[in-house]
């Protein structure tokens, strides 16, 4: 079975600041992992993915996250946080062993909160 | 761009009713998935169709059930509201496998139901 874990439910930080979202996986196969981010009465959006490859993996709004196999890791990382970079933020993997329609599990989210 | 709509932005219901909460996409995507969403716990997967008429259970199918008549079309139906059936409810699709988008899901605004 496959499953996240988001060990924080909220982060603080301040503009300017890097900011770091931990996220840690559990898969019997090689993982992929994804962020989304959820502002207030939205969807979630896509933000990064890792399938293969380079373990650093940029995204949108300058985000980035990087693979740690050794510690099944996935850290999402911004240099210098916004303002507006609030929101929550969803850890996701997928089990590609187990076939079948896409399926992702989904961490608990962990709110982000950027003050001045 | 990928659109997902979902029927409702907000709905309130009482218990007992049967409540119909549709989802449309229009890039014809394969993959349809229902999730709920409570704070703390995350996104859990309720049911996804891999295929029109083709449905399969996710991890919290009690007190629910789907219609996947069209492909751009997946519907979620709760036989009979209950309270603890409040919740926002998230739709998504994604692409068929070989799509270079096939592991990412593109998610609607969601539908704040709550049953009273």
């Known amino acids: 079975a496959q499953s996240v874990a988001q060990p924080e439910d909220q982060v603080n930080v301040a503009e300017g600041n890097p900011l770091t979202v931990k996220c840690t996986y559990s898969?019997?196969?090689?993982?992929?992992l994804f962020w989304y981010v959820q502002y207030p009465n939205r969807g979630l959006q896509f933000l990064l993915k890792?399938?293969?490859?380079?373990?650093l993996v940029k995204g949108s709004y300058g985000f980035e996250a990087e693979f740690n196999k050794s510690q099944t890791s996935f850290h999402l990382k911004k240099p210098s946080a916004l303002v507006s970079d609030s929101a929550l933020y969803f850890c996701?993997?997928?089990?590609?062993?187990?076939?079948?329609?896409?399926?992702?599990?989904f961490g608990t989210g962990t709110q982000l909160k950027v003050e001045l | 761009d990928v659109k997902v709509t979902q029927s409702s932005r907000y709905l309130v219901k009482r218990t007992g009713e049967k409540v119909f909460l549709e989802c449309v996409q229009d890039?014809?995507?394969?993959?349809m998935f229902w999730y709920r969403q409570d704070p703390g716990l995350g996104l859990r997967l309720i049911y996804f169709?891999?295929?029109?008429?083709?449905?399969e259970k996710g991890d919290i199918p009690e007190g629910y059930s789907v219609s996947r008549e069209k492909k751009e079309r997946f519907s979620l139906i709760l036989e009979s509201a209950s309270t603890n059936q409040t919740s926002m409810y998230l739709c998504?699709?994604?692409?068929?496998?070989?799509?270079?988008?096939?592991?990412?899901?593109?998610f609607g605004p969601g539908t704040r139901l709550t049953v009273l």
């Open positions: 898969v019997s196969g090689n993982p992929y």
């Open positions: 890039m014809d995507h394969e993959n």
């Open positions: 890792y399938i293969t490859g380079d373990n």
């Open positions: 169709s891999y295929d029109v008429k083709m449905k």
């Open positions: 998504a699709s994604s692409p068929s496998p070989g799509t270079s988008l096939y592991n990412e899901q593109f």
């Open positions: 996701a993997v997928r089990d590609p062993e187990t076939g079948g329609g896409n399926k992702l599990t």
